[in-house]
């Protein structure tokens, strides 16, 4: 968390002086000989060991290696932190599709980048579970499902774009055949290559295939501090027992092992538990979804928890936070602006400036650009046919990434509704916090049908209702 915190304040700080002006606007050129923008070259040259760049990105690397190390130097950011960081292609793709985002949209309110920092996509719709809250109605092979040959393409055309972040989900995706080509493929691409799985499947050799394949972070979910709650809600007996092996069995590779808990009225007295568990399996850190009524989900609304019960689980975890070694995070926007609210009172020095990202000191001065809910800004989702969509929860079409134009795809107006904290209706487009959290667009779809009113789930909007 420290080398990230200082690497965003590095950056926020460096595109206001000189040199970082002059990078913004000879950066975001496009070299058709290198392939690629080019600070995006500049910095692989740099920092990342790139030899048969262009004499102009060359020439630009020397500039960008001296202004951005100066302007570490003055910013009191650890030169060595700094080249670990830039060491690594997800933060050299990040400062790329960033660069390009303030060049195309401007410094808004929350920020734009000119690509996703992160795709989940859903690689299958095969399941070895029934869980009821499930966003893609997984178990059967999904209609359409790309073939490998097309998997690659899309794992390709991401890269392309500079998409520093993938994770492939589901169904569940080790269910699928080809799963560590791909993954192998997207890290050889240079992407930081996730899995979301439920771990039944995870036995110590499967995990250590994940490490050799490349994927640094492995989400698994566990939804009950006991086998009775987590095996009702995931359909399948015995299913409790096969995910904690999962996660110990991924706790003992180098790959980041998350536990994702979806918090519902059902379980939500176990969240005390879960923290504790999570710390006995020795993973770094738990992940509390928030409920969606979609998919099977759209069948259970009676599980969603209530808008004070969902503030009472925010305000325990950001107060977990700050005394447990764990990261501790939610999909709930409203962790962004209960743990500013907390900040302002002194009662937490942990603010979110994004569901699943915190910082604490002057990293409040960034949460409005970093703006809580970030379905079709941050993050979009691909479905297992290619169909893309801004959030798994959130099942609007706008297009194909293998059929479309990933730039018209990006500026499609569904994606500005979510985007446009201006324009949103009711308490949410009156709310001081709406830049930001600004509500949960996808649970604001499922209850009322649009992108763009007020989520029902948020203890504020509910009061100014």
């Not at 730039?407 to 709310?431: A, F, T, V």
Request: glycine share 10%.
């Amino acid at each position: 968390m420290a080398r990230i915190e200082a690497f965003v304040e590095f950056l926020n700080g460096f595109l206001k002086t000189a040199p970082g002006k002059k990078l913004l606007k000879l950066g975001t050129k496009w070299c058709d000989s290198c392939e690629n923008l080019r600070v995006k070259v500049a910095l692989d040259v740099a920092y990342g060991g790139r030899e048969d760049a262009c004499r102009k990105c060359r020439m630009l690397a020397k500039l960008v290696k001296t202004a951005v190390e100066g302007c570490a130097k003055a910013l009191g950011v650890n030169r060595e932190t700094l080249r670990e960081c830039l060491a690594q292609d997800p933060y050299r793709r990040g400062i790329a599709v960033t660069l390009l985002g303030i060049h195309e949209y401007g410094v808004r309110k929350p920020f734009v980048p000119a690509a996703p920092y992160l795709v989940v996509w859903d690689v299958t719709g095969l399941c070895n579970l029934k869980c009821k809250h499930c966003y893609s109605s997984a178990g059967e092979p999904a209609p359409g499902e790309l073939d490998t040959e097309r998997a690659l393409e899309v794992i390709e055309r991401l890269s392309e774009w500079n998409v520093p972040a993938l994770a492939f989900s589901g169904g569940e995706p080790l269910m699928r055949g080809d799963f560590f080509e791909l993954a192998e493929a997207s890290a050889d691409e240079g992407m930081f290559t996730a899995l979301a799985t439920n771990g039944t499947l995870i036995d110590r050799e499967v995990a250590e295939r994940l490490e050799a394949a490349g994927v640094e972070y492995v989400e698994i979910s566990v939804d009950g501090a006991n086998p009775g709650t987590h095996d009702r809600f995931r359909g399948v007996k015995g299913a409790w027992e096969r995910a904690l092996e999962g996660v110990k069995n991924c706790a003992e590779t180098d790959v980041i092992t998350v536990i994702a808990f979806t918090v519902h009225r059902n379980n939500v007295d176990e969240l005390p538990e879960m923290l504790d568990l999570a710390e006995e399996l020795g993973a770094d850190g738990v992940a509390v979804f928030n409920f969606i009524p979609t998919g099977h989900g759209r069948f259970r609304p009676d599980l969603d928890l209530s808008p004070e019960d969902r503030e009472r689980v925010l305000k325990t975890l950001i107060q977990e936070a700050t005394e447990r070694d764990i990261m501790i995070y939610s999909t709930a926007p409203q962790m962004a602006r209960v743990s500013l609210q907390m900040s302002e009172e002194g009662t937490s020095e942990v603010v979110y400036g994004t569901h699943f990202y915190g910082g604490s000191g002057g990293f409040s001065s960034l949460v409005e650009f970093l703006g809580g809910c970030g379905a079709g800004r941050c993050l979009l989702a691909i479905r297992p046919n290619g169909d893309v969509q801004p959030c798994v929860f959130l099942p609007v079409k706008i297009g194909n990434i293998l059929r479309d134009d990933r730039e018209e795809l990006w500026n499609d107006d569904i994606l500005w509704k979510c985007r446009n904290r201006d324009d949103l209706h009711g308490p949410c487009g009156e709310c001081e916090y709406r830049y930001v959290c600004g509500g949960c667009r996808a649970r604001v779809y499922a209850y009322e049908g649009s992108v763009n009113d007020s989520d029902p789930g948020c203890q504020l909007a509910q009061r100014r209702s």
